[in-house]
């Protein structure tokens, strides 16, 4: 008798790599915290006031002023979590690239996000910290009382992951998109 009858299924298995986002805050006492995240980095505020934040793209400002209630970066392997419910898009596991998403988005009115090339080097400012106090979380790592929060891939630490043929993920995906519920 074979004891290990789901080898056959484990080589058959469909394989994707994935690489966590690597976050480095700076808090308003001027302390640096650094976290990894699988799913997403995200930055809420804390307050009842809305936060205003500056965002920059490998050192280039391309939004001098969101007005929000927070913004997320997001892997693929997250995009269909907390990024999908603040309506990201979903991303196949297999794209080299990241969602930027606004949570409840107030200026500008017309921005809805961003899909951004994986080696994106994300730099989010926090505009009036102590009247508007932001917390960042990448995953389950919290930082309450942020400045500036700097996102990138990171470009070692990953992980393979396995997934049973016999369930396409692929598809699994494509439902996910066209769902009617």
């Known amino acids: 008798m074979d004891r290990w009858p789901s080898c056959?299924?484990?080589e058959r298995a469909?394989?994707?790599s994935l690489f966590p986002l690597q976050m480095e805050v700076t808090d308003v006492?001027?302390?640096t915290h650094a976290a990894l995240a699988f799913n997403e980095v995200s930055?809420?505020?804390q307050t009842n006031q809305a936060t205003h934040l500056q965002v920059q793209l490998n050192g280039i400002v391309k939004l001098e002023s969101l007005v929000c209630d927070?913004?997320?970066v997001s892997t693929p392997a997250g995009s269909t979590a907390y990024n999908?419910?603040?309506r990201g898009p979903i991303?196949?596991?297999d794209a080299n690239v990241l969602a930027l998403t606004p949570i409840s988005p107030f200026r500008p009115r017309q921005w809805r996000g961003a899909i951004l090339p994986h080696r994106t080097e994300v730099l989010l400012r926090v505009l009036d910290p102590e009247k508007r106090p932001v917390s960042a979380t990448a995953d389950f790592h919290e930082v309450r009382d942020v400045l500036t929060v700097q996102i990138r891939q990171s470009g070692g630490e990953g992980v393979?992951?396995?997934f049973d043929p016999e369930h396409n993920l692929e598809q699994r995906i494509l439902d996910e998109q066209f769902a009617s519920d």
């Open 8 to 10: 056959e299924r484990i």
């Open 14 to 16: 469909h394989t994707a």
């Open 29 to 31: 006492a001027g302390r």
């Open 43 to 45: 930055l809420l505020r």
């Open 70 to 72: 927070g913004i997320l």
């Open 84 to 86: 999908l419910s603040a």
């Open 91 to 93: 991303l196949p596991l």
């Open 160 to 162: 393979r992951l396995l």
